[in-house]
Antibody
Framework: QVQLVESGGGLVKPGGSLRLSCAAS????????MSWIRQAPGKGLEWVAY????????DYADSVKGRFTISRDNTKSSLYLHMTSLRAEDTGVYYC?????????????WGQGTLVTVSS | DIQMTQSPSALSASLGDRVTISCRAS??????LAWYQQKPGKAPKLLIY???SLESGVPSRFSGSGSDTEFTLTISSLQPDDFATYYC????????FGQGTKVEIK
């Protein structure tokens, strides 16, 4: 069965950096677009970034553009999110999720999430 | 960016009730719309995609309809497991979510 396991969250000071990882199993990772989605405490869902199956096409929400970098290693079935210049408003649970094989779209499978807290 | 507006923000309903949640897009998204269910402390779960296609394993009491800018999620007979927050998501241009609808016990 599909499994997505996020890691790397934690407490970081404003202006700091953090790298999240998502380990995938149970499906052919290299066939699928993947995304990061976040949820601030008590708030709704916000799409953050996506990567095409090969990593050649990526896109970001305006709120993180220039600060976050999504990448993937298909040999390790892993997705990453490198976050820099972190702000208090970046606090929340970060989920990785599968999209579709040929395009970005809806999010079929989700990980359990990893909590990022930006605070001094 | 395409904005998604859900209504109501919250509702109270009883077991067995028919529940309807609406989602409106700020511009036409054809049928590029999905619905998710989220319970406290858990990841969202896909219910419906392409406006009306039921995800495998999701009970048939859930259904979706609509196109263009107006969409609806219907739960035909509310069950104890259905008390949760529901989100719509457009994937016509990038991806944006509605603000959520919390379904509570009456």
């Amino acid at each position: 069965q599909v499994q997505l396991v996020e890691s790397g969250g934690g407490l970081v000071k404003p202006g700091g950096s953090l790298r999240l990882s998502c380990a995938a199993s149970g499906f052919t990772f290299s066939d699928y677009y993947m995304s990061w989605i976040r949820q601030a405490p008590g708030k709704g869902l916000e799409w953050v970034a996506y990567s095409s199956s090969t990593g050649t096409t990526i896109d970001y929400a305006d709120s993180v553009k220039g600060r976050f970098t999504i990448s993937r290693d298909n040999t390790k079935s892993s997705l990453y999110l490198h976050m820099t210049s972190l702000r208090a408003e970046d606090t929340g649970v970060y989920y990785c999720a599968t999209e579709q094989q040929l395009t970005a779209g809806f999010f079929q499978h989700w990980g359990q999430g990893t909590l990022v807290t930006v605070s001094s | 960016d395409i904005q998604m507006t859900q209504s109501p923000s919250a509702l109270s309903a009883s077991l067995g009730d028919r529940v309807t949640i609406s989602c409106r897009a700020s511009q036409s998204i054809s049928t590029w719309l999905a619905w998710y269910q989220q319970k406290p402390g858990k990841a969202p779960k896909l219910l419906i995609y392409k406006a009306s296609s039921l995800e495998s394993g999701v009970p048939s009491r859930f259904s979706g309809s609509g196109s263009d800018t107006e969409f609806t999620l219907t739960i035909s007979s509310l069950q104890p497991d259905d008390f949760a927050t529901y989100y719509c998501q457009q994937y016509s241009s990038h991806s944006t979510f509605g603000q959520g609808t919390k379904v509570e016990i009456k």
